[in-house]
């Protein structure tokens, strides 16, 4: 069966640091795989999505940025975080464009 | 850009009541989704609804999509305190867009 993994659970950094979060799929190959950022308790921001190895696309324009090395792997970075970056990051993975997304449990990011 | 509305924002319930809950757009969407998420975990898909006027049931739970696609409903019957959650609509159109969420709170 296919599983998502993410990591870390929990994160404080301060202004200015770098971010790395990172993302795996298991049991599936070629995987749709999206960055979503949720405010506090509310709907969900597509950020990037990728449907290949290098390919990426941005939704919204930031100092946030993602890569996608290996095929079932997906990583969120940023050079220099800064408060309104604070946020609750969700990697989600999906066999085609837009059908029915598996999540990974999320990472809550607070910038300080 | 195509957007869901999702209502009531906040609901507070009793155990055994019945709700619904609703998902509206002015925009035609090719199928859409329902997501409950619980607190610090990620959305999990409950069901897929791609027909106008189609009818889908999980256990308590009764999904409609409005015979003109712009439109869903989610119906829970004797509502338990495990229903407890945030219910995400998303649909597929143009883009793929998520509603902002219903948070529905059941109290033993």
């Known amino acids: 069966s296919q599983t998502i993994h993410q990591w870390p659970a929990t994160l404080v950094q301060p202004v200015g640091s770098p971010l790395s979060l990172e993302c795996t799929v298991e049991?599936?190959?070629?995987?749709?795989l999206y960055w979503y950022r949720q405010a506090a308790g509310r709907g969900l921001q597509l950020l990037f999505y990728?449907?290949?190895?290098?390919?990426i696309s941005s939704e919204v324009p930031q100092n946030l940025s993602a890569s996608r090395p290996q095929d079932r792997q997906f990583i969120l970075s940023s050079k220099k975080l800064l408060l309104s970056d604070s946020g609750f990051y969700l990697c989600?993975?999906?066999?085609?464009?837009?059908?029915?997304?598996?999540f990974g449990s999320g990472t809550r990011l607070t910038v300080v | 850009t195509q957007l869901l509305e999702q209502s009531p924002q906040f609901l507070s319930i009793q155990e055994g009541e019945n709700l619904t809950v609703y998902c509206n757009s002015s925009s035609v969407f090719s199928s859409l989704q329902w997501y409950r998420q619980e607190p610090g975990e990620g959305p999990v898909l409950l069901v897929t609804v791609v027909t106008g006027g189609e009818v889908k049931k999980l256990k308590r739970l009764t999904f409609q999509f409005g015979d003109a696609r712009k439109d869903s409903s989610l119906h829970i019957t004797a509502a338990q305190p495990g229903d407890t959650g945030l219910y995400l609509c998303a649909g597929h159109g143009q883009n793929f867009v998520f509603g902002p969420g219903t948070r529905l709170s059941v109290l033993p």
């Open positions: 990728s449907v290949g190895i290098g390919q």
């Open positions: 049991g599936t190959s070629n995987p749709n």
């Open positions: 989600a993975w999906s066999p085609l464009r837009d059908s029915g997304y598996t």
